[in-house]
């Protein structure tokens, strides 16, 4: 079986839509239903890939050398880690995929709509079965070119399609943005992370010779032993990481990920629930048990570097998420809520396998279980939130706003739709028996367990604050009247089939997978722990209930009393609060304008490079006269004099002869006293 058509698929499927466009076919429905056809071929291989791993061992498909002098090999590996995220890539782009076809519907750019997003999911495919760095890293930008494309699909910039409400300002910088400009931010924040990222591949090539990720993770021993006698272990493995870092959006680099919402709603559930931003967590699922094995035989400096490693990226998670629930808490756009919510759910996941690494006492079965938990949150996180997303679509739609405000009273006109919203909800919010319970209890055990009490505290407090803007985010669309006035007149209504159907399964599977938790869904991503690079031991992600377990849901249920006791029984005017009280205005300030970040980041990085461009415009304005009008001057200045002395007669030339000839004469005459 060529596993490898995983990915060659799909890519033939984007290579087929841009042939059909360039020969003049305009019909939305074969661009739409082509995407569809490509992806499910996907699917079904990467179900049979599964099928194949779980009853036999991981799959090394082996092509050939492909860049022989770098010893570059084309492969696919299928091991345990890499089918799991094949079948959630596919799966769920698949029913983001035909829920387009109805979304898209007579839009202007739905054939480019269609070639770039058959393009993403390729690219992302090729990223987590790729058997070297070198076609890890091509998928890895593939999704990168992609995304620029897909975030910035209304490039004509209607105010409409923005992100952040228009005219208003942080420090003096602009808090809106527009999807060229969402796009370009885009590409930039993860760009930079991604050059680090290949400064990490260079050092571990120089050190192997090899790309391939079964022989780096075989000579992890030697390579990172040879970095720590070096004393720059440490400081490789963050600049490895620094790609992973940008592309799920930790801290610093969260930025772009909150204002990709400019681009079609499908698009925000692709590259924010099942996709883009979860390819940083696969690398750190991939690499942190191949570093903690080299850490595990090396020991001594090696060690010691990891620990560091591992605990840094600990802290980025926990901050992560923690920073992005407060934002969550006061944002008035459905989406940017979401958005929020991603990134800070994306922190546990760093939270859960840095805390493997560190969890050294219980050996190689505490990091994959560590390993497991960030899997098991990845999974539940992807399902339940691209539900999210594509409910979130057709609300908007529904009221041509991307604004809650306008939003109101839905559950009268779309029970199905609202029941989705809080099964999906609810599975963010951590409340069981939904799959985002399980798999987040998972997470702060893990924390604990590695003795990362402050990020085990940091998480717990993030997960009551996310049951709290979960609760005001469904109460608010779909059970209090709404704030201000519908821009529309027409009744709400549920959405057609095409675009029901698919977050509708996504919403009851979030529930499916969370009844089945303790029997068939934790042993699934055990199994599948164990099979993968570097592991070998199963994961133990069933929950026992504890005094901890039950303080955990306790607190969780009590945010969500809070949250509807004020907004359903007490009927606080929070807007009121804001306008009338200064603290209450601050604090929702600093949290709305997002702790300020992106002003400070555009304040010190856009305007210091602003402003050392003009210092160095400044110098080559300076050169350019120094070469341009000063010297030639000079010899202009030069040449007038020497013309001056050429007057056309003979005596005048003997005399200045005979003048510079005594000169001559008498410094001869000087130097020889």
Do not use: C
């Not at 082509?34 to 061992?57: E, F, P």
């Not at 991603?342 to 805390?355: E, I, N, P, R, V």
């Not at 560590?370 to 999210?388: P, T, Y």
């Not at 120094?626 to 003997?654: C, K, T």
């Amino acid at each position: 079986m060529p596993w490898s058509l995983i990915w060659l698929v799909p890519y033939a499927g984007a290579l087929v839509l841009a042939l059909l466009y360039l020969v003049g076919v305009k019909s939305e429905k074969i661009y739409g239903w082509g995407s569809v056809a490509s992806i499910a071929i996907a699917a079904i291989i990467s179900t049979l890939a599964a099928i194949r791993v779980y009853s036999d061992g991981p799959i090394y498909a082996l092509y050939g050398e492909w860049v022989p002098w770098l010893g570059v090999t084309l492969g696919t590996y299928l091991d345990g880690l890499g089918v799991i995220m094949a079948l959630v890539v596919s799966w769920l782009s698949l029913l983001i995929a035909i829920y387009s076809v109805k979304y898209m519907e007579g839009d202007w750019g739905v054939q480019r709509y269609f070639f770039f997003f058959t393009f993403f999911v390729a690219s992302m495919l090729l990223l987590v079965t790729a058997d070297n760095l070198v076609l890890l890293f091509i998928g890895w930008e593939g999704t990168g070119l992609a995304s620029y494309a897909l975030i910035g699909h209304w490039y004509t910039d209607e105010e409409e399609y923005w992100v952040g409400v228009p005219g208003r300002k942080a420090l003096g910088q602009p808090m809106y943005f527009e999807p060229s400009h969402s796009a370009i931010r885009a590409v930039m924040f993860t760009r930079i992370g991604d050059i680090g990222m290949l400064i990490g591949m260079g050092f571990i090539y120089l050190l192997t010779g090899t790309m391939s990720i079964p022989e780096i993770a075989a000579q992890a021993p030697a390579w990172m032993g040879s970095l720590a006698a070096k004393g720059i272990l440490l400081g490789v493995l963050l600049v490895f990481s620094l790609g992973a870092l940008a592309k799920s959006a930790q801290f610093p680099f969260h930025e772009w990920l909150v204002t990709a919402m400019t681009g079609p709603t499908p698009v925000s559930a692709l590259i924010h629930a099942a996709t883009m931003v979860k390819a940083g967590v696969y690398f750190m699922l991939r690499f942190v048990p191949i570093f903690f094995a080299g850490a595990a035989a090396a020991g001594g400096l090696v060690s010691d570097a990891t620990t560091q490693y591992f605990t840094i990226m600990a802290a980025l998670g926990a901050i992560t998420a923690f920073m992005m629930a407060t934002m969550a808490l006061v944002a008035n756009e459905l989406k940017l809520i979401l958005a929020f919510s991603t990134a800070s759910q994306l922190g546990y996941m760093f939270l859960a396998a840095a805390a493997a690494g560190l969890l050294a006492e219980a050996g190689v079965e505490g990091v994959a279980t560590g390993i497991g938990a960030g899997l098991a949150h990845l999974v539940s996180h992807a399902v339940f939130k691209a539900a999210l997303f594509l409910i979130a679509g057709w609300l908007i739609h529904v009221v041509h706003s991307r604004f809650i405000d306008p939003m109101g009273n839905f559950a009268k006109y779309m029970k199905i739709t609202a029941i989705s919203m809080w099964l999906a909800g609810l599975s963010l919010a951590g409340v069981p028996p939904l799959s985002g319970f399980f798999s987040k209890e998972k997470v702060l055990a893990v924390a604990e367990e590695a003795h990362l009490y402050w990020g085990y505290w940091l998480a717990l407090i993030t997960a009551g604050l996310t049951a709290a803007y979960t609760t005001r985010m469904i109460l608010r669309i779909f059970h209090l009247p709404p704030y201000e006035k519908p821009h529309t007149h027409h009744k709400p209504h549920e959405a057609p089939l095409l675009m029901l159907v698919p977050y509708t399964i996504l919403a009851v599977a979030s529930l499916i997978l969370g009844l089945a938790w303790q029997t068939w869904t934790s042993k699934a991503l055990a199994e599948g722990v164990q099979l993968t690079l570097s592991l070998g031991e199963a994961a133990k992600l069933t929950i026992h209930i504890t005094g901890a377990v039950l303080g955990a849901i306790g607190f969780v249920l009590a945010s969500i009393a809070v949250v509807a006791g004020l907004y359903m029984v007490a009927r606080v005017d929070f807007p009121r609060i804001v306008r009338e009280n200064a603290a209450a205005r601050a604090i929702y300030n600093f949290l709305y304008d997002r702790w300020y970040i992106n002003s400070i980041i555009y304040i010190i990085v856009v305007g210091g490079f602003a402003g050392l461009s003009i210092i160095l415009a400044g110098i080559d304005i300076g050169i350019d006269a120094l070469y341009h009008m000063v010297v030639p001057g000079l010899f202009v200045l030069g040449a007038g004099a020497l013309r001056a002395l050429h007057r056309g007669r003979s005596d005048y030339y003997l005399m200045l002869y005979a003048y510079f000839a005594a000169l001559v004469m008498l410094f001869i005459f000087l130097l020889w006293r």
